[in-house]
Each structure stands twice: as C-alpha cells, then as structure tokens.
C-alpha cells in the first residue's frame, strides 16, 4: 500500500503533477528508501520546484536487486540502487534542468546497455502485459482473455493473486480520485484482503468478503473509473479462484512470487561452501562457516534475492511454503 506525502494539491487548473515514486519494499526499507524519501522532500523545496509535485512512497515492485528503486513519472524513468546521497544530483539535473542521471539507470546484464524506461525494461514489460490484460477483461473476450491469462501464468512463473494485488496498488495510485467512498475505501479494503492472501493470513471466508467489497463498488462508486475498476478483481475471482484457495489451504505459492509464501534453501549437496551467500545478505539472515556450512534464518531473510542470485553454484532454491 501506498503512502502519500504530497508536497503540493492538485487542483482542476494545474497540470497532472509530475510524481516521484520511492520504493519502500523491505530491501529498499533496509537500504534507507526512507531517508531518500525524507532527502528529496527536502532538496525539492530547496530548490523551489516543490510546486505540483507530488512524492510518495509504494509498496514493493519486486525488483529487489536493484533497489532503492525511484521512479519519476509522467516519463516513465527509474532510477536503481539510489543512495540517499543521490537524490541531490537527481533533483538539480533530472527535475530542474530536465537532464536524466544516466550514471542510475538500469544496466542490461545480457548487453550492458544503459536503460532509461522501466517499460523497457523485461521485468516490467512483463508485468505491463498481464496488468493489461486484466484490465481489458471484458465478458465478449472471456474465452480469448482466460487463453492469454493460462499461457502467461504457466510460461512466466506468474501468480494470479500477486498480480491482482498489482493491479489494485496501480488502480489506488493512477485511476481512484479518492472522493467516492465505495471506490476509495473499496479499493483498499480489497487490496488488505488480497495482502493477507499473499501473506498467509487469510481464511476461505476473505474470498466471499473480496467478493462483495468489489461488487459494491461496482454498483456503487459514482463513476465508470470505479465501476469499471473493480471488474478485473471480479474476473480473477470467477475464473481463478482456485488460485486463490491453494494460496489459503496451503500457504504457499506455486509460482513462488508471493514472499511470504516460499523460503530460501540451501542444497548441501550443491554447496561448496565459499560464503558469498553470507557476505551479500543484507539482512544477516545467512549463519554458518565455509568449515559448518551455512544455513538461512528464515524469520530474518527480507527475500532480497541477492543469494540465491549470486550463488555461483545454484544450490539455492525457493521452496513452497510458509517460514
């Protein structure tokens, strides 16, 4: 869920405010996300631009290695690993002076090209497609809409319920004007469902109240944005509710997506012991010697992802199931 500090009000005879979007996943969070996001709250007003601009934080977009991740929108740019003291440089050059620091754009591993866009980026085309789909899931293109849904979900170790999460945190931060309280409040009451869903929380019956929040604000929200803002939970649910159940019944998730949802293991068999999981786990969840081995603590692991990313031996795997 999101959280505003909006440093000016928009009103009907200014421009769609330019926003700058701060991570506070708990990678980012443990990288100081939260003192970048004090950072530019100052350095704007510093530089006197802090009219219609907006600063906020969001929840964790998934992209944990490369964090703190910023994002500066309406063009779209994403700026990786940010140090609190880099948000100086990209208030003067980016916002003032309308120069993007490319030195904090994301580096292609495969060819080492410096990307600007985070919709160019693979990661994030991904996740545009499907969030596309659901929200183009309209009754006359069922059949077309749950093929295109089947073949991602199975091709790109996708999560049915991590992706409605997705759309709603997007839906809350782009489409709700937050002046209707069916969609207002709706929207985040059936993003906390779907959160518990995620974190294994939740019981079967969260799925019926899932249900009727939506269908209340598409009957209710006194226009189309919330009306029709609903209607891709609403899909998800008719046709993947299955989906939904295992994520209750087993706590786990078969894609490993939602973080709560899997654990990292360490093969013994595979490892040979050279302690790089341990040096670049930001948390001290790694405990162990190159003589005992290592193991990881579970309840300490942030899901960074940079062990398992960084094992040259690639005997760490996500295995299903709560911690």
């Given at each position: ?12 005879s200014t421009?769609?405010p330019r926003?700058v979007l701060?991570?506070?996943g ?30 906020s934080?969001t929840?964790?977009?998934g992209?944990?290695?490369?964090g ?13 690993k ?12 980016h916002?003032v ?9 994301y580096e ?8 600007e ?5 693979e ?5 545009e497609?499907?969030?596309n789909i659901?929200a183009?899931s ?10 295109s849904?089947?073949?991602l ?6 999560c ?13 931060l782009n ?5 209707c309280?069916?969609?207002r409040?709706?929207s985040?009451i059936a ?10 929380e939740?019981e079967?019956?969260d799925l ?12 209710a ?11 891709p939970v609403l899909?998800t649910l008719?046709?993947?509710?299955v ?12 894609s ?18 050279c ?7 930001p ?5 162990g ?9 579970c309840?300490?692991c ?7 990313k960084?094992c040259?031996?690639?005997a ?6 709560k911690?």
């Amino acid at each position: 869920m999101a959280s505003n500090n909006k440093v000016s009000k928009n009103n009907a005879s200014t421009p769609m405010p330019r926003q700058v979007l701060i991570c506070e996943g708990k990678n980012c969070l443990s990288s100081k996300s939260d003192e970048i996001h004090k950072n530019f709250g100052r350095e704007v007003v510093r530089a006197g631009i802090q009219e219609n601009l907006d600063i906020s934080l969001t929840s964790c977009q998934g992209f944990c290695d490369q964090g703190p991740l910023v994002f500066i929108k309406p063009e779209g740019t994403l700026y990786c690993k940010v140090e609190p003291e880099d948000v100086k440089k990209i208030v003067e050059s980016h916002l003032v002076q309308e120069k993007p620091v490319e030195e904090l754009f994301y580096e292609d591993p495969k060819s080492g090209e410096k990307i600007e866009k985070y919709t160019d980026i693979e990661f994030f085309k991904n996740q545009e497609a499907i969030l596309n789909i659901l929200a183009d899931s309209v009754p006359q293109k069922e059949a077309e809409l749950i093929a295109s849904l089947n073949g991602l979900i199975a091709s790109e170790n996708v999560c049915i319920v991590d992706l409605t999460a997705n759309y709603l945190l997007s839906f809350i931060l782009n489409e709700s004007c937050g002046k209707c309280v069916p969609c207002r409040d709706g929207s985040l009451i059936a993003l906390g469902l779907i959160e518990k869903i995620r974190n294994g929380e939740a019981e079967l019956e969260d799925l019926d109240d899932l249900e009727r929040i939506c269908l209340t604000m598409k009957e209710a929200s006194l226009c189309e944005v919330g009306q029709n803002g609903a209607e891709p939970v609403l899909y998800t649910l008719k046709h993947f509710r299955v989906d939904f159940e295992e994520h209750i019944r087993t706590l786990s998730c078969r894609s490993r997506v939602c973080t709560k949802l899997y654990t990292f293991i360490i093969n013994q068999d595979q490892c040979i012991k050279c302690g790089i999981c341990k040096r670049v786990c930001p948390a001290g969840a790694i405990t162990g010697s190159r003589e005992t081995g290592f193991k990881i603590n579970c309840s300490r692991c942030t899901y960074c992802q940079m062990c398992y990313k960084r094992c040259p031996k690639g005997a760490i795997y996500k295995s299903r199931g709560k911690c």
